[in-house]
């Protein structure tokens, strides 16, 4: 008897760059605890930097103004193919509080308008930018350098955990913190008690440009923020905060420390946790000072230049030419897929060859290149866990190398659609569960069942050689009450 | 709004810093009196909402002094040595701005002699701030990734804050500088904060598809500045921007760079003179004596049909005797 296999739909809830993925959360927040969010300068800044180009242009619009405008004066100076986009914008604007809900006059929300004109003019008391610390002799600063590769060390070490979770060797394990925060997103889950798994979400996760990637794991610790009785206002402006922090000195190359004393208590028990996630580096777990790292800087950026994809693995075995060579050809990607399907990618990095090993067959690899081919199984192996060929096809493109950029399309079509195809092939069987009439006594029986059976609705799939059919679960008392009291009479 | 049009943009403000006019903007019997010092704080925040807005945004700063052009800031590479010192309560790319910008000021302004003054060099800085442009937009086009080129390309706006009259000896330089603006694809915005119109910076806004605005409140100097100067291409398409509907199209000759309203033109090389020349001082073609002496009893009263070596401007180049700009709706 055939069986429904519990398919787990799969929702795409993971982020969209397009509204920013923190957007919504925020404007299930109260009222209350956005006035309180606004009024930290940086907070103001860094929330103009996570909405569209025209909601942007109207804030600052309105930001300069001292009274209110009228609603209709304003929308004079939108084009009439623009009205859809500005009524849009508007009710974003409403949604998050910062234009105060009128249908006659148009004002800012006056902590926001106040905290933001503080931000764009500089002064105020309010410290939001962070307390750098002194400059001390004792404690040399670290270079930028390093301090990328630790960020990226400890990115990658989350994701390389993840990709490789269904692998014998596991590489070293994130801090319980992460493994937690994985587990409650959904993106890993333990299967018998011991061992974690990773999640069809997980794998399109690990697919996704290192900035969603980021946003999504905090947006989850914000939800477990909550839940933690964590004063989230707290929170978001520490993220916020972190975000308009500077890196490092331009001419100084070396980082910049910011000291952890002005902060409250919720903010310094996240240290750890950003720690973890490589946002902030501390000398050590109880150091009074941090500073905080690339990923945390370009928080706030919609396309950030993140050390994650680009900069090739830190443990270089190969000669450090080679890895100069590999890293100047491809900052922006190191894929290369041919029509005959074969995908040379050059790299070296342990993450992005265990994440291509998702989806293709792997070959041969060298120092700085692994060759692979797309198949129907590997493809199939990872459609089977949960990847789309749309996310298949949207990495090669991301990842594509330069030389690849010359082409268009970029990639070429036939493996565009093969891959496709190879998904659809995995639609053509449908599964329902049912019982199976066979063995008719007569030709007769059979087509007078049949015909009943059709009455009702419920037969999905019918053979008059083979003399049997197949109907759904919800018919099969029906059918066979008909056929008892058939056999009955006769 | 998508992602896609969200592209970071740059700009590049060209301050005219012409001491003597800045005295006389200053002066109290002007309806709204401006002030450098007060100016130059409304500029900072314009400037501070464009880097805000958008991590990616670029800037650069260059200042137009009585006979040089100096780079003031760009957000590229540093110009001081010594960076300010963070503070808990600013932005650092913020400080780092107006830190730059008011020292570098402030250094030029201080090193001018006193004594004549030369005329502001705004062509210097409109040329310096076309060569950055294009400085920064060609490694991505230089590079393997050609296709990528074209969508790294930040959108390139110059805003020009003129308080100077125009200068007719820079036609050319600034006609020059027009037509490769647009083959940069460079929008050229003007804000005239001072003085009359001016007739070429009109034309450099027209014809590069910027806006011209004529500050008539200079006390809403910066509502000025972010209502019209802010928004980037592509935001203008769904919030306008005022343009100006009449524009002033007169050139001036290259002969005494005056400029006219009816003028001789080359038929060779289209070089604009203010009377009948025997002669073509740009590309020496001489022309017939017959059609010459035609053209100079003509004269005085605009010539009804040229002859063919030296043909009437008026046909040329559509004219306008006055120009005003659009107001701009919205404005307090």
Redesign the interface.
């Known amino acids: 008897m055939p069986s429904v296999q519990a398919l787990s739909s799969t929702p795409s809830d993971v982020p969209q ?2 509204p920013h993925a923190l957007l919504p959360f925020l404007r299930s927040q109260s009222q209350n605890t956005l006035t309180r969010l606004y009024q930290r ?2 907070s103001c ?1 860094s929330i ?2 996570l909405l ?3 909601e ?3 804030i ?2 309105l ?3 001292e009274s209110a ?1 009228p609603v209709s ?2 929308a ?4 009439p ?2 009205k859809k ?2 009524s849009e ?1 508007l009710s974003v604007l409403v949604g998050l509080h910062i234009v105060q809900n009128s249908t006659v006059k148009l004002a800012l929300n006056p902590t926001l308008k106040s905290s933001l004109r ?15 610390a002194e400059r001390d002799e004792k404690r040399l600063p670290v270079g930028i350098d390093s301090l990328d590769a630790y960020a990226l060390e400890r990115w990658e070490t989350i994701l390389h955990y993840m990709v490789s979770s269904g692998q014998e060797q596991l590489p070293t394990k994130p801090s319980q913190g992460v493994l937690y925060l994985l587990q409650r997103s959904g993106l890993m889950q333990s299967t018998n008690g011991s061992n974690l798994q990773i999640t069809s979400a997980g794998f399109q996760f690990l697919l996704h440009s290192p900035h969603d990637q980021l946003w999504s794991l905090l947006l989850q610790y914000l939800h477990m923020a909550e839940e933690r009785q964590m004063d989230l206002v707290e929170v978001l402006s520490f993220l916020f905060m972190l975000s ?3 890196l490092g ?3 100084h190359s070396c980082s ?1 420390e910011y000291t952890a004393d ?1 902060l409250s208590e919720t903010q310094k028990a996240m240290l750890e946790d950003l720690r973890d996630y490589g946002l902030i580096w501390q000398r050590k777990g109880s150091s009074k000072y941090f500073s905080p790292t690339r990923l945390a800087t ?1 928080l ?5 230049p993140l050390p994650t994809s680009t900069t090739p693995g830190t443990s270089a075995t190969t000669s450090s030419t080679e890895v100069a060579l590999s890293s100047t050809a491809g900052p ?1 990607g190191f894929i290369i897929l041919e029509t005959n399907y074969r995908v040379y990618a050059y790299t070296n990095n342990p993450l992005q060859t265990a994440v291509l090993n998702l989806f293709v067959t792997m070959k041969y690899r060298f120092p700085n290149l692994v060759v692979g081919m797309l198949t129907r199984d590997s493809v199939r192996r990872a459609l089977g866990n949960g990847i789309t060929a749309d996310q298949i096809i949207s990495y090669l493109v991301a990842h594509a190398h ?2 690849m ?2 082409n ?1 399309p ?1 990639l070429p079509v036939t493996v565009q659609d093969q891959i496709r195809l190879w998904e659809l092939e995995r639609n053509r069987l449908k599964s329902a569960e049912g019982f199976l009439y066979k063995d008719f006594a007569s030709q007769a029986d059979y087509e007078y069942v049949l015909a009943y059976a059709k009455q009702l609705g419920v037969v999905l799939w019918e053979s008059p050689a083979k003399r049997s059919f197949f109907g759904t679960l919800e018919g099969h008392a029906n059918i066979r009450g008909f056929i008892e009291r058939r056999s009955g009479a006769s | 709004m998508d992602s896609e049009v969200d592209k970071p943009s740059h700009l590049s403000v060209i301050l005219d810093l012409s001491p003597t006019q800045w005295y006389l903007s200053a002066r109290a019997t002007n309806p709204y009196p401006l002030t450098i010092g007060s100016f130059l704080s409304q500029l900072l925040a314009f400037l501070n909402a464009h880097i805000g807005t958008k991590n990616e945004n670029t800037l650069a700063v260059f200042g137009a002094f009585p006979g040089k052009s100096v780079m003031l800031y760009t957000s590229t590479e540093a110009l001081v040595d010594e960076p300010p010192p963070l503070d808990a309560n600013s932005y650092p790319p913020f400080r780092m701005v107006d830190t730059t910008v008011t020292r570098q000021i402030l250094r030029e302004l201080d090193a001018i002699e006193p004594g004549d003054e030369p005329p502001c060099a705004l062509v210097g800085a409109l040329t310096k701030a076309l060569c950055y442009i294009n400085r920064i937009t060609l490694p991505s086009t230089s590079s393997t990734n050609v296709a990528e080129g074209s969508t790294h390309l930040p959108d390139p706006r110059i805003l020009i804050l003129s308080v100077s009259p125009d200068l007719s000896s820079s036609y050319i330089p600034i006609m020059n500088a027009i037509f490769s603006a647009q083959k940069l694809k460079v929008t050229i915005d003007v804000c005239k904060i001072y003085g009359a119109d001016t007739v070429f910076l009109q034309q450099a806004a027209h014809l590069t598809n910027g806006s011209y605005i004529y500050l008539e409140r200079r006390d809403a100097l910066l509502q000025y500045l972010i209502m019209s100067f802010l928004p980037p291409p592509l935001v203008r398409k769904v919030l306008t921007v005022p343009r100006q509907d009449k524009i002033d199209f007169r050139a001036a000759c290259f002969c005494h760079k005056n400029i006219v309203d009816v003028g001789f033109v080359c038929s060779v090389c289209l070089s604009i003179f203010c009377q009948p020349v025997p002669v073509c001082s740009t590309c020496r073609t001489k022309f017939p004596i017959k059609a010459l002496q035609r053209l100079k009893s003509a004269c005085p009263s605009p010539a009804p049909a040229p002859p063919r070596p030296l043909a009437n401007l008026n046909n040329a180049v559509p004219r306008t005797t006055e120009a005003t700009n659009h107001s701009t709706p919205g404005l307090r």
Request: hydrophobic share 40%; aromatic share 6%; net charge positive.
């Open positions: 760059i397009v300068p940086s800044l103009l930097r569209g180009p025209l942007r242009q109207l600052m619009n930001l300069w103004l405008i004066t304003m004079a100076w939108v084009v193919d623009g986009l500005y914008a503080q931000a764009i003019t500089g002064g105020g008391t309010t410290a939001s930018f962070g307390v750098p308009t922090m500077e000195r331009n001419h910049q002005s370009t706030t950026c919609h396309s950030p922006q330069p030389q950029r010359k268009n970029l």
